[in-house]
């Protein structure tokens, strides 16, 4: 995934992102950070083809990249579906094969028979994740996607992103889970990005550094 001179502006003309050039490569994980507004979240809508804002300069997305997207907020298109019932039609898979896959996250028994609409946002995330997990991407995109779970949705979490050995994008401003998963990270601020080969503390002292100097 690759960004030159890419610009993208609100009505106003003011540009959220500002000749932003940067480039993620194949296996790489790559935490977004920067204080809110400050065009994370409108860059991973530009390269997933879903800004609608004006966008100039070029964003190229190799033929070979597959997507998976985990949103901050998760919604269904019928509520009132039984979880077992929404998950064998999403994957298309048999019951029993359905019931197996969701065990391996943290759904037992009745929990397969709560209505969708009912789950936490703990939940919700989990049979997203589950279901991102049966597709054929090589590349997953997370938009905040520690905030606010509980603690075994968060234990799925990172396990199943020790087994995924494909390009993991994502915006956090959780230091430990950024610490525990970037070998990049890539800060936006005030438009602009700057990167550095590292986790959150390789940020910091790289700032530190500059700060001192």
């Given at each position: ?39 994370k979240s409108t860059f991973v ?142 800060e936006f601020n005030n438009g602009?990005?700057?990167?550095y080969l590292g986790n959150y ?13």
């Amino acid at each position: 995934i690759v960004a030159e001179d890419l610009s993208v502006s609100v009505p106003d003309g003011k540009n959220i992102l500002d000749d932003v050039n940067l480039e993620i490569c194949s296996g790489e994980r790559v935490a977004l950070i920067g204080n809110n507004g400050s065009g994370k979240s409108t860059f991973v809508k530009t390269i997933m083809g879903t800004q609608e804002l004006p966008v100039t300069g070029e964003v190229y997305v190799g033929p070979s990249v597959q997507i998976g997207y985990l949103p901050q907020i998760i919604t269904f298109p019928n509520g009132k579906q039984k979880l077992l019932e929404y998950f064998q039609n999403e994957i298309g898979v048999s019951e029993q094969r359905a019931r197996q896959i969701l065990a391996g996250f943290q759904f037992y028994k009745e929990d397969v028979n709560k209505r969708v609409e009912n789950l936490s946002g703990g939940e919700k995330i989990r049979v997203k994740l589950a279901e991102l997990l049966q597709q054929k991407i090589n590349t997953l995109i997370f938009d905040e996607p520690t905030n606010h779970i509980d603690i075994p949705t968060k234990e799925v979490l990172e396990d199943a992103i020790e087994d995924f050995d494909g390009t993991l994008i994502f915006v956090s401003h959780d230091r430990y889970f950024i610490n525990k998963f970037a070998d990049k990270t890539i800060e936006f601020n005030n438009g602009k990005t700057n990167t550095y080969l590292g986790n959150y503390d390789y940020y910091k002292e790289q700032k530190t550094k500059k700060i001192v100097r």
